[in-house]
């Protein structure tokens, strides 16, 4: 029998080698495309805008500074001061003394661009017409090619309010605070936040009684039943309470949650995990239809332009929109390269543009962490077969610091903040 490393290994090998080459042949086009791309004035400079720079807005934004010819340039939208790394936010809700490194600079994309081809706009865009973006402090932004990656919208220990990062940090702080103080605890809601935050509770703080309270009868249910499974005995040897096919409403005011059969349970702290919202909001004045009345997702063709003829220059994709692949940072930065060519492909003129096709083996994978140093890695073939590859070396930091450098940041700049501050007004 063929264990699931070893046809993991057999995955990443078939993926990897094809896919090296297209990285190559990616850096060999940026360092020529740096030498030749040439800036006009800017009456003669047509414009993409961005709107959203999280994990999807980010690489979509990087490579149309590689690729995006003399004659165009790209804004970036951003509400946010800083990449919100939102991977350690369920860890950093937990665990003291590391949230500075959830919040990346914005300064690696301004650094291998040529000049004049990109500027970050730290602004909310509340309005889109035909022609233009208007942001929340009154300026209307002209576009001639519009990308919405707006995501989603949902509290702590999935995402901050705050768009600066000494704000999100004490976010963060706030509930690591309540989390030290409180002695029964309940999780609501059994997907990859939930099961996250449960675990990670249960094992720096193991005294305190943790209850992970779930809908449905298996956990992080848009994966498979292995996962689940995996998940309920390492919560057994945790001492995590997990109670299935409850659906209590989350009080306004107070900690009881009501139970099936009318039971009640105090807690001294409840933390909501129920999933995402759609920032879809600003699509639906200009096109209603696009946007879904059953998930309020954005709808997009597999050419990722907007599911509405009359927007052909406007694309969405990532968490915000029905792309058909998962919900998750690793798919979008697939879907990001399909917007890219496609932009590229309409300034050319042509008509034939690229598709998505989900790669739900890569994309839809998950690396799930179960604690301090616990994770396991899941995945589903394309015959349904899940693999599933435990392992217990996970970094109490998750690495954080290391990403930095993904993102083309030093995690050094963390104490030079005014020239970040500098890249952020050059627009
Ligand atoms: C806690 C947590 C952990 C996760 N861990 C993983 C993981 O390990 N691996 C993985 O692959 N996926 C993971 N995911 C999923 C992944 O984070 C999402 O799929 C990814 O963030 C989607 O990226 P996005 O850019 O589409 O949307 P979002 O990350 O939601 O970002 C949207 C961006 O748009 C900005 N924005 C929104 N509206 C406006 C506006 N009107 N004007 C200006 N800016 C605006 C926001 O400020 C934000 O920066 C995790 C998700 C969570 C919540
Ligand atoms: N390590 C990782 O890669 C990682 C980590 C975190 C998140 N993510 C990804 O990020 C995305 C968001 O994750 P998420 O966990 O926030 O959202 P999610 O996957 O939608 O999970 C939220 C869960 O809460 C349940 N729920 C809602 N209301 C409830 C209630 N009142 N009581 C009990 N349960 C309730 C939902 O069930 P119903 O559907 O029945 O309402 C749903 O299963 C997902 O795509 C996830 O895979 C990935």
């Keep these: ?35 030749t791309y040439k800036v006009l004035p800017n009456s003669q400079i047509k414009t993409v805008v961005v709107i959203g720079g999280s994990f999807a807005g980010f690489q979509l934004v990087k490579r149309l500074t590689e690729t995006l010819p003399t004659g165009y340039r790209v ?17 950093f809700s937990v665990l003291k003394g590391h949230e500075q490194y959830a919040f990346i600079p914005y300064t690696g994309l301004a650094k291998t661009a040529p000049e004049g081809i990109f500027c970050h706009v730290q602004d909310t ?41 000494e704000g999100g940090e004490k976010e963060l702080r706030g509930m690591q605070e309540k989390i030290a103080d409180a002695k029964r605890i309940a999780v609501v809601g ?4 939930g099961v ?8 720096f703080y193991p005294e305190k009684d943790v209850a992970l309270i779930h809908s449905r009868g298996q956990l992080l249910h848009s994966f498979g039943k292995r996962l689940h499974d995996h998940a309920i005995s390492v919560f057994e040897e945790l001492g995590v309470a997990v109670l299935l096919n409850e659906r209590p409403k989350i009080p ?39 946007v879904s009345k059953t998930n309020s997702q954005i709808l997009v063709k597999s050419t990722l332009q907007l599911a509405d003829d009359s927007h052909p220059r406007i694309f969405s994709f990532g968490d915000v929109a029905d792309t058909g692949g998962p919900k998750m940072a690793r798919a979008s930065y697939f879907q990001s390269e399909i917007v890219c060519q496609n932009i590229l492909l309409l300034i050319k ?45 996970g970094q109490i ?18 104490e030079s903040e005014s020239r970040d501050k500098a890249v952020a007004a050059s627009c």
Aim: a positive charge; hydrophobic letters at 40%.
């Design 1 to 35: 029998m063929v264990s699931d490393k070893l046809r993991l290994v057999a995955h990443i090998f078939t993926f990897i080698v094809p896919y090296a080459f297209t990285l190559i042949r990616q850096r060999i086009s940026a360092i020529i495309h740096r030498q």
């Design 75 to 91: 804004v970036l939208v951003e509400r946010n001061s800083h990449l919100n790394y939102l991977f350690a936010f369920p860890r």
């Design 125 to 165: 865009a509340t309005e889109i017409t035909d022609k233009h973006v208007v942001l929340e402090r009154g300026e209307k932004m002209e576009y001639d090619y519009l990308v919405i990656a707006t995501g989603t919208s949902s509290a702590l220990p999935s995402k901050v309010t705050s768009t600066e990062r």
């Design 190 to 193: 059994g997907g990859a936040v």
């Design 196 to 203: 996250e935050l449960a675990s990670d509770i249960k094992s």
């Design 252 to 290: 306004v005011d107070g900690n009881t949650l009501e139970l099936l059969h009318g039971k009640e349970e105090l807690f001294d702290l409840i933390i909501p995990c129920t999933g995402q919202r759609p920032n879809s909001a600003i699509v639906s004045a200009i096109s209603p239809a696009a």
């Design 349 to 393: 003129g042509k008509k034939d543009l690229k598709t998505y096709k989900p790669n739900i083996f890569f994309e839809g994978s998950i690396k799930l962490t179960l604690g301090k140093t616990r994770l396991v890695m899941y995945m589903k073939q394309n015959n349904g077969r899940e693999l599933i590859i435990p392992a217990n070396k």
């Design 397 to 414: 930091d998750l690495g954080v610091k290391s990403q930095w450098g993904f993102f083309g940041a030093n995690v050094r700049e963390i």
